[in-house]
């Protein structure tokens, strides 16, 4: 059993910060990489930001130089730092992480994801 935990969402002012943060337990063998997608009302499920756990990490043209991605791999977490956020920020952002696991004996990178936090940019 593998699970992610999201915390950090909320309200703020545009031209605020936020820091997400993603955490993941359980029957964790290994992860590939760990990221962030987002998804506003009536529109799909788009890639924000990711990063492997040998650090590359990539992020979305519409983020890049307003947020940054990191982690710590002995925590198994990883992090949004969100910069300069805009009204077209606001969405629920959902954790993703690629992982094998004891409980599933394959080399297939399972994919996992969390609830989803609410970050809302409103003045």
């Known amino acids: 059993q593998v699970q992610l935990v999201e915390s950090g969402g909320g309200l703020v002012q545009p031209g605020g910060s936020l820091r997400l943060s993603c955490a993941a337990s359980?029957?964790?063998?290994?992860?590939?990489?760990m990221g962030w997608y987002r998804q506003a009302p009536g529109e799909q499920r788009d890639l924000v930001a990711s990063?492997?756990?040998?650090?590359?990490?990539s992020s979305a043209g519409s983020v890049k130089g307003r947020f940054t991605i990191s982690r710590d791999a002995a925590k198994n977490t990883v992090y949004l730092q969100m910069n300069s956020l805009k009204p077209e920020d606001t969405a629920v952002y959902y954790c993703?992480?690629?992982?094998?696991?004891?409980?599933?004996?394959?080399?297939?990178?399972?994919?996992?994801w969390g609830q989803g936090t609410l970050v809302t940019v409103s003045s």
């Open positions: 359980g029957s964790i063998s290994s992860i590939f990489a």
């Open positions: 993703n992480a690629k992982i094998r696991t004891f409980d599933i004996p394959t080399m297939r990178w399972l994919e996992f």
């Open positions: 990063i492997t756990n040998d650090g590359i990490a």
